[in-house]
């Protein structure tokens, strides 16, 4: 079984940024299906980024070069750089690995 704790999130303005990360207490060994995804309210939940084995990393249009995936060496924690936040970025951000969820972090951005 894999635990994941995300944190991070917050409230910010428009323009700001954060950081999430998610940190895998259990199944750190499962490097498949690494990935960010976020739900907003009344949406369906929605993928955002994905890293894979060799380190390449994909995130979907919305968000190119604002969010950056990255991982630890180890990668037993998932990493999720958000600039240039928009109000629609407002959202519960979850990781994901290996088919586990995490419990969620809240984004809230203001305008």
């Known amino acids: 079984q894999v635990e994941l704790v995300e944190s991070g999130g917050g409230s910010v303005q428009a323009g700001g940024s954060l950081r999430l990360s998610c940190v895998a207490s259990?199944?750190?060994?499962?490097?498949?299906?690494l990935a960010w995804y976020r739900q907003a309210p009344g949406k369906e939940r929605e993928f955002v980024s994905r890293?894979?084995?060799?380190?390449?990393?994909y995130v979907i249009d919305s968000v190119k070069n604002r969010f950056t995936m990255s991982a630890d060496e180890a990668r037993t924690t998932l990493f999720l750089e958000m600039d240039r936040l928009k109000p629609e970025d407002t959202a519960m951000y979850f990781c994901r690995r290996c088919g586990y969820w995490g419990q969620g972090t809240q984004v809230t951005v203001s305008s």
């Open positions: 890293i894979t084995s060799d380190g390449s990393t």
């Open positions: 259990r199944g750190t060994r499962c490097w498949y299906d």
